[in-house]
């Protein structure tokens, strides 16, 4: 098949998920039907045909979405000028997943735990330093507040014993009052940075972005909250594999998700990303999709 240029893979993939949409069917949809991997049809749908495994595969994966989405795979293929080399498919690194669907290529490196704890090391050895250095300085000033106490009791100049305990007094009840004050104050900030989610920053790779560092209150629900300007659909999933939402989004409507206090993240698969609001309790999440319709979002939780 020759080499199809990029004006033309952007019209044969935005004309596929545009037929997608009418017909109200998810990426997930289409895998079970034609058994190609969801990954390839979203390269499809990018016009990213080098992303597929090989030229093989281009005509026979456009034919298998088109019958798919109910278009006419024969006059779709003529219509866009597919062709196909005379080549075999290269199967060299496919296998077939439990879920039935064949995979040919394309494997991702999982990084191992003991890659993650490695990269986590800094991080653990800068904050310890800061702690340590945090209590040395707690510890020379209280040290130094004591000595001048200390210094201010022996030059100070008799007094009678009733002017001496009434001070006491007052003393102990301002010393009190401020303890108070400051023991209130400490847990009030405990409980702002406790109900704080900070998302940290993003990383956009491919038709995905990444949000690695996202912290939520512990031990406590969050809500998602998605608001459409125009119809969209998208599907979010626990990464455990659980459906959280999966259904199309009417213009002007706002969708609350519950996100579980045990998760430790989601996976956000849109179908028309540029009309999509998305956020986390208070805070926006930027999709940083750059115009791209099909798009991808990966949120990680610190808990």
Known sequence: MSQMNEERNQTIGQELQEARLEKGLSLDDIQQVTKIQKRYLQAIENGQFDQLPGPFYERAFVRQYANAVGLDADSFIKDHAIETKDVAPDLEKAHVDADNVT??????????????????????????????????????????????????????????????????????????????????????????????????PSQVTGNTVKYSGIELPQNKDTDMTLNATADVWTQITDVNGGVLYNGTLKAGANQVIKIPATSKGVTMQIGNANVLKVKLGQEDVKLDNNGTIVWNANLQFKR
Request: aromatic letters at 2%.
């Open 103 to 200: 995979r040919a290529g394309m494997r991702k490196e999982v990084p191992s735990t003991a890659d993650r704890t490695k990269s986590l090391m800094p991080k653990v050895l800068i904050g310890a330093a800061i702690i340590l250095i945090i209590g040395i300085i707690w510890a020379l000033v209280a040290s130094f507040a004591g000595a001048t106490r200390s210094q201010n009791d022996s030059s100070s100049v008799s007094v009678t014993s009733s002017a001496v305990s009434e001070q006491k007094a007052s003393s102990s009840a301002a010393k009190s009052s401020e303890d108070e004050a400051a023991k209130k104050a400490s847990e009030e900030k405990k409980a702002a940075d406790k109900d704080t989610i900070k998302l940290g």
